[in-house]
DNA sequence: AAATCGAACAACCGCATGCGC
DNA sequence: GGCGCATGCGGTTGTTCGATT
């Protein structure tokens, strides 16, 4: 029973788009729309293009009113605040900045944001895929893009602050951290040239929230077929005097049979309310508190490092997985951990693959 | 100058979900 | 309600290019 193919491999091109290739699906786009169908708009159009990288292309690259790097501070902390907070729902946290995609913004947390936020830190992941990558080019010395639209040196403007290396990878923190940031006043998240929504305040962000914590969903919702469902009436435990999303009661919630509530994506992080700070507010929140001045990422990482400090349980934050030593993240140590305490009941089960919602039975 | 490393980012892949029939 | 198709999403891979050795 495999999945019908979305397209035919054997005739359709991969790889980077030629100017020709873009210029076509561009021209074509701007007169006469998608019609709403990717799958045929590259026969419509002659490209030998499966639909799908069609609609990546477009969405991601040729779009009008697209940016390209030069992330703004305040656009990190939004990130970083929703990040935190929702895990890595790139739609989500790309409707919040507009202009950008979320593949941008994906790219953008994997590669900078995650080091400026936490220090620059080498995982063991991230060396046997530096190796890996070494191994695979030197056995099929590679291949050659007839066009790269990498559009070069995208002004890397980013002045890469080095922050203070709080965590190990084997070990939890080895340097005190510091104390609490004061709470800093609210300023507005005001956003110019808005496509679509932008929390400007912290009830905006409180209901960006709500909202996420009902069904992460895109709130833009023209666009996205996981429309929102109102969330708070019933099953939903929204509490914002924890930092992390709600969770949800299966049965009350969702509609489909599966027996865990995949929230988005196969290694989703659903985070239960049994938080492990007292802190009285969100911490997206508390970055939404903050202006654009430079303490942000101080703050933002000692935040996220008291969460941490404060987290001698099995949860975890989607993403945030250097943080933890292998033997807090690893399956084994967990499930040991849950069997020797038999706390079972707030907990979900740890598993890399598929971090599934606890259910409250 | 050549080799190697690593950052950046474009693109692909598989899965979940929505929607029409 | 079930089925199949199209779309959206997030994780991952592949490629390029500048920096470093």
């Not at 729309?33 to 799908?52: D, E, F, M, S, V």
């Not at 992941?125 to 050659?144: C, E, T």
């Not at 929230?209 to 929102?228: A, E, P, R, T, V």
Request: aromatic share 8%; proline share 7%; charged share 20%.
């Amino acid at each position: 029973m495999g999945r019908a193919p979305c397209c035919d491999k054997a005739n359709v091109k991969k790889g980077p788009w030629s100017p020709e290739e873009d210029s076509k699906l561009k021209s074509y786009i701007e007169q006469h729309g998608t019609g709403g169908n990717w799958i045929a708009l590259p026969q419509k159009i002659g490209l030998k293009r499966c639909g799908k990288s069609c609609r990546l292309r477009w969405l991601n690259y040729l779009r009008p009113n697209l940016k390209h790097g030069g992330f703004s501070e305040e656009e990190d902390n939004i990130i970083c605040s929703l990040y935190v907070t929702i895990g890595s729902r790139w739609s989500v946290i790309a409707a919040q900045l507009p202009g950008r995609t979320d593949n941008d913004i994906k790219n953008y947390w994997n590669t900078k944001l995650k080091k400026k936020l936490l220090g620059k830190h080498r995982t063991n992941k991230d060396h046997h895929q530096a190796r890996s990558r070494k191994q695979a080019i030197a056995n099929n010395n590679g291949g050659s893009g007839d066009y790269s639209s990498s559009s070069s040196s995208t002004t890397a403007t980013h002045h890469q602050q080095q922050q203070p290396y709080y965590w190990s990878h084997m070990h939890m923190p080895v340097l005190p951290l510091p104390p609490p940031p004061p709470p800093l006043p609210p300023l507005p998240y005001a956003k110019e040239n808005n496509q679509g929504p932008s929390f400007n305040d912290q009830d905006s962000l409180r209901k960006l929230l709500i909202k996420l914590g009902g069904k992460f969903s895109n709130n833009n919702n023209s666009s996205s077929d996981h429309d929102y469902q109102p969330p708070l009436e019933d099953g939903v435990i929204m509490n914002f005097d924890h930092q992390f999303p709600p969770y949800y009661e299966e049965e009350q919630i969702h509609h489909h049979h599966h027996h865990h509530h995949h929230i988005a994506g196969s290694s989703s992080s659903c985070m239960n309310n049994n938080s492990a700070s007292n802190n009285s507010s969100s911490v997206a929140e508390q970055f939404s508190q903050n202006d654009n001045n430079n303490n942000n990422f101080n703050a933002a990482a000692t935040r996220v490092g008291e969460m941490v400090s404060a987290n001698n349980y099995p949860e975890r934050l989607d993403g945030l997985e250097f943080f933890y030593g292998e033997e807090i993240m690893g399956v084994t140590t967990t499930d040991e951990k849950i069997l020797e305490t038999g706390a079972t009941s707030n907990y979900p089960p740890l598993l890399d693959e598929d971090f599934s919602c606890h259910v409250q039975q």
